[in-house]
């Protein structure tokens, strides 16, 4: 596959190039009228990352990201970037440094002991690791551990729980990255103090706030979340 700058089109399809693409992506539609789904039925292989859009190509769990995460896709500037692109525009400080930034100490600001990187930030950080050891006692999880970011994304495909919680469980991981990053971001250009207490109660604050704003009947009062009652 290789990313369309013009088109958010799952099957990138250039119509003035004939080929074995443009007669799938012509008979794609044509299959959709017979319940077919082509996209559901195509992967994209990562290799370098340069072939395969982050958000629209399907090359991680069952959808593609911009429909697994419409809320985070449409708050994306570039819609259609790479993998490759992508990860470039995480600003960790390993990140930086590959760019012949220089941004001081390369060590989490959260843990202080190894350099910062998407995953360690996320995954492997002494901090973060206690924080998602707390939202799992409070969402009543089974343990389950994260070697990658994607990890995280990908979590609810595993849970065999009603898809009500299975979505709020992805709500509040999605809450928890944000309010990490928040977090990383204070300590870095405010040189504030790290304390998870606070960010595991800001977690639940927002990601209460969101599930009340989202719901259409808009029924959900504090204890009930606190107690993550939501199957």
């Known amino acids: 596959m290789t990313p369309s700058p013009t088109s958010w089109c799952y099957i990138p399809v250039n119509v003035s190039i004939p080929g074995v693409w443009k007669s799938i992506g012509k008979i794609g539609k044509d299959l959709l009228k017979c319940n077919v789904d082509l996209t559901k039925l ?6 370098k990352g340069n072939q ?4 629209i190509d399907k ?27 992508r990860d470039g525009k995480n600003s960790t400080l390993t990140a930086l440094r590959t760019r012949n930034i220089t941004p001081g100490s390369l060590l989490c600001k959260f843990c202080g002991e190894s350099e910062q990187s998407v ?54 991981i999605q809450t928890v990255v944000r309010c990490i990053w928040k977090g990383r971001n204070e300590a870095i250009f405010r040189n504030q103090n790290i304390i998870k207490e606070k960010i595991l109660e800001e ?29």
């Open 119 to 172: 995953e360690h930030l996320f995954t492997a950080c002494l901090i973060t690791v206690h924080i998602w050891s707390d939202i799992e006692r409070w969402c009543k999880l089974p343990p389950f551990f994260a070697f990658g970011f994607c990890d995280l994304m990908t979590f609810q495909y595993s849970l065999t729980s009603t898809k009500h919680k299975n979505d709020m469980v992805l709500l509040v």
């Open 52 to 55: 395969v859009r982050f958000w």
């Open 203 to 231: 977690v639940k604050v927002l990601s209460y706030f969101w599930v009340k704003h989202r719901k259409k009947n808009g029924v959900l009062d504090w204890v009930t979340w606190m107690s993550f009652d939501v199957g």
């Open 42 to 47: 195509i992967s994209g292989k990562v290799v």
């Open 59 to 85: 090359w991680l769990g069952n959808d593609s990201f911009d429909k697994l995460f419409p809320s985070l896709f449409n708050k994306e500037v570039s819609k259609s970037c790479t993998i490759k692109e």
